[in-house]
């Protein structure tokens, strides 16, 4: 089944404590990206990789960071979280094809509190 | 990027056409206009894209007018599940830049 999967889907951790979110597909898309959603904010987009080894930062990208070493995987990395990044984490990714970036596809979400 | 502005809410009843409008007055030429649904706690789920005039797929319609400032998802004959949250975006779909899903409109349907 074509799918984008994270892990984990729920996580509590505390201030400063390095973590990963995992984000992975099996749609062999070029385009991945990573948002995150809070009450009244709608969607923002913290980074976004075109391609393996090609990333850049969206709309809010301060605290994160991403890297791609492999097409299928996206990992989002919070080196030292803070209580202001609890949220509700979204990977995504679509495919570029002859350069036109097509339809997103939304993982089911990483509900992250940091205490 | 082109900003878009929607409504916050709006409420329908079961059967009725439910039509959201998205305005989008810097919209640029090699800009789409593309809507997405999402559901409490799931992951915003494609519904229709678009450039110009009239789009029609199986689950919505959208229409563009001329000078492409605005645009309308319309939804035929609303039911319980499309209670969900509905965003308009504007992007040069060959640039591959950020997105900006902004606030969306939320709409609630009643029996």
């Known amino acids: 089944e074509a799918q984008v999967t994270q892990n984990p889907r729920y996580l509590i951790t505390v201030t400063g404590k390095k973590l990963t979110v995992t984000c992975s597909q099996n749609?062999?898309?070029?385009?991945m990206s990573w948002y995150r959603q809070d009450p009244g904010l709608g969607l923002r987009q913290i980074y976004y990789?075109?391609?393996?080894?090609?990333?850049d930062k969206g709309d809010v990208p301060e605290g994160y960071k991403v890297s791609r070493k492999e097409k299928r995987n996206f990992p989002l990395i919070l080196e030292s979280p803070s209580p202001n990044q609890t949220s509700l984490y979204f990977c995504?990714?679509?495919?570029?094809?002859?350069?036109?970036?097509?339809?997103?596809?939304f993982g089911p979400g990483t509900r992250l509190t940091v205490l | 990027l082109a900003k878009t502005t929607q409504p916050i809410s709006m409420d329908s009843y079961e059967g009725q056409e439910v039509n959201i409008t998205c305005s989008h007055n810097n919209i640029a030429t090699n800009d789409y206009i593309t809507w997405y649904q999402q559901f409490p706690s799931q992951g915003p789920r494609f519904i229709i894209q678009g450039y110009k005039t009239k789009v029609t797929n199986e689950v919505a319609s959208l229409f563009i007018p001329a000078d492409r400032k605005s645009s309308t998802l319309s939804l035929p004959r609303v039911s319980l599940s499309d209670t969900a949250v509905y965003y308009c975006l504007v992007g040069d779909r060959g640039a591959g830049t950020a997105l900006i899903f902004g606030k969306g409109t939320t709409l609630s349907v009643s029996s």
């Open positions: 990789s075109m391609n393996v080894e090609v990333t």
């Open positions: 749609m062999n898309h070029e385009y």
């Open positions: 995504a990714s679509s495919p570029w094809t002859s350069g036109v970036t097509d339809t997103q596809y």
